[in-house]
C-alpha cells in the first residue's frame, strides 16, 4: 500500500509539473474582449446661403426625412426682384454688345457723307478766296491783314475737312476691337450676376441633404435670418457608429475589420452586429463617461465601431457592450 501511495503521490506531480509546463510555454486562447460605449449619430446644422425671412416650416420635431424633402423656404420675393434686375441688366449690355458688332447703319454713313462733302465744299472756296486774295496783295489792292484772315479761314476750313474724312471712315470701319472688347466684359459681369441671383432664389429653399430625423426646429415662420443661421437640426439615419475606447493591453485585438456584437439595454439578447473601422493612433485619458473595470487613469486607444444593422431604436449617446466574440488571430 505503501508503494502505491508512492507511485500516485509521484503521477500527481507529473501531472503537475506537464500543466505547469503547458500553461508556461503552449500559447493560450485570450479570453474574449467585452468594452463598453455610447451611440454616436452624427447630426447636421441645416441653415439658408441666404438671409431673409422664414416663410414656411414644412417639418417638425421627430419627422423622419428622405433625401432632396423639401423642409424650410424663405420669403422668395427680395430673390425674385434682384432676379428680374439681373435679367434686365443682361438684356441691356446684349444689345450694347449687338449694337457695336451691327456698326453704323447706313443712313449715319450716308449723312457723314453728306457732311464731309460740305466741309470739302467750303475749303475749295476758302482756298480759291485765299488765292485770290494773295493776288491782289501783290498789287496793293488789299492790306496783308486781309490776306492772313483769308489763309486762317483755309486753314479752319481744311481742318474741318479732315475731322470729316476722319470721321466718315471711322463709320466705314466700324467700331474699334477694344471696344467691343469691353461690351463683351460687361456682358459677362451681367450674365455671372444673373448667374448669382438665380443661385440666391434657389438657395431660398432648404431640401434635406440625406435619410434623417428632425431633432430640433430652432426657428418659427416671420424670423429674420441671416444667412448660415441654424433653422434645423438633422440627426442622419446612416452611418450610425460606436465610440468606445479599449486599453493597450488588449489594442491587440481590436483590429479593424474584425466583428463586433453591440447589445442594449434594450435588447439584451439580439445584438446588432458591426465591424471596427478606426482606431485611434494615439493614446488618451479614458474619459468619465466610459465605464471599465480598470483604473480611469489608465491610458486608452478610442475605438469606432461601424454598425451594420442599425435601426432607429439606436439612439444619440445611448450605453451600448460590445462583444468580440472571436480570437483576435482569426
Partial sequence: MKKKGIILLILIILIAVAAWLTWQFFPRKPPN????????IRTVDLSFRVGGRLQTQYVDEGDSVKPGMLLSQLDPQPQQISLMNAQANVANAQASLDLLNAGYRSEEIAQVEAAMQQQESAYRYADSFYLRQAALVKSG??????????????????ANLQAANDKLAQYRKGNRP???????????????????????LKDAVLYSPSAGTILTR????????????????????????????VSE??????????????????????PYHGKIGFVSPSAEFTPKTVETADLRTHLVYRLRIIVNDADASLRQGMPVTLTLAEPANE
Fill in 33 to 40: 474582449l467585452t468594452l463598453y460605449g455610447n451611440v454616436d
Fill in 141 to 158: 489792292a488789299i492790306s496783308a491783314n486781309e490776306l492772313d484772315n483769308a489763309r486762317t479761314a483755309r486753314n479752319q476750313a481744311r
Fill in 178 to 200: 477694344q471696344e467691343i472688347a469691353q461690351a463683351q466684359a460687361m456682358l459677362k459681369q451681367a450674365q455671372a450676376q444673373r448667374a448669382q441671383a438665380e443661385l440666391d
Fill in 218 to 245: 430652432v426657428v418659427e415662420p416671420g424670423s429674420m435670418l441671416s444667412a448660415g443661421s441654424t433653422v434645423l437640426s438633422l440627426s442622419l439615419t446612416s452611418p450610425v457608429w460606436i465610440r468606445t475606447y
Fill in 249 to 270: 493591453t488588449q489594442l491587440s485585438q481590436a483590429q479593424p475589420g474584425r466583428t463586433v456584437l453591440i447589445y442594449t439595454d434594450s435588447r439584451p439578447d439580439r
